[in-house]
């Protein structure tokens, strides 16, 4: 991953997902970009997440409780934070759980689901609440961007390889996402709508001439 992170500027605070939990992607962030990192600890790092789960939970008294209801859906999140410098991960100064508890508003079906989150960011720069919008913030990337490009348009199922195709090809589902996002409030819903109809299509984005589009 230091590869990667060498390109971008980066600065403030950095999210990502358990495959960027590691260890040198923390010392370049924190020691050679000036950064801070929130990190989601799952179970593909057994040690790690067993060591976040075993910290004391009840005993913690700093939390955040929020509710909300969309997309279908009640969920309650609760984000406890507690100061921890004991894991086997440089630079970390706090541990994060997030319960986030669901229900189907229209089956009544309930679930339950427990991230951890490690942080180099102290209790006073970061309480449970802020913990907690900065994993709102990375998983709204997630299910905006990634699952949209990784289901709806089958991204990883691509076998464009070559050349300049990969990005070529990534670029022109950006520009499709955009403004499908402006057609309707499903991309899905919204590319069902231009296939059954084509001439809706806004071709003249890519330059192609309105009496060439339906030869």
Partial sequence: PA???????????????????????????????????????????????????????????????????????????????????????????????????????????????????????SASEAAPEVLGRYARGHWGVENKIHYVRDVTFGEDASRIRSGHGPQNASTLRSVAMNYLRTMSSSIADAKRQIALSPHKAPLDLFGVPSDLRFC
Wanted: aromatic share 6%; net charge positive.
């Fill in 3 to 121: 590869p990667l992170l060498s390109v971008p500027d980066l600065h403030g605070v950095v999210t990502a997902d358990a495959l960027h939990t590691q260890v040198e992607t923390a010392k370049v962030l924190v020691e050679e970009m000036g950064a801070h990192f929130v990190l989601v600890v799952e179970r593909n790092q057994p040690a790690l997440w067993e060591a976040c789960r075993s910290i004391p939970w009840s005993e913690v008294t700093a939390r955040h409780k929020e509710s909300e209801v969309g997309h279908g859906r009640r969920e309650t999140r609760v984000v406890q934070a507690v100061t921890w410098t004991s894991l086997a991960f440089p630079h970390v100064k706090q541990v994060a759980r997030i319960i986030r508890h669901r229900t189907d508003r229209a089956t009544g079906k309930r679930t339950r689901e427990t991230v951890y989150l490690i942080t180099d960011l």
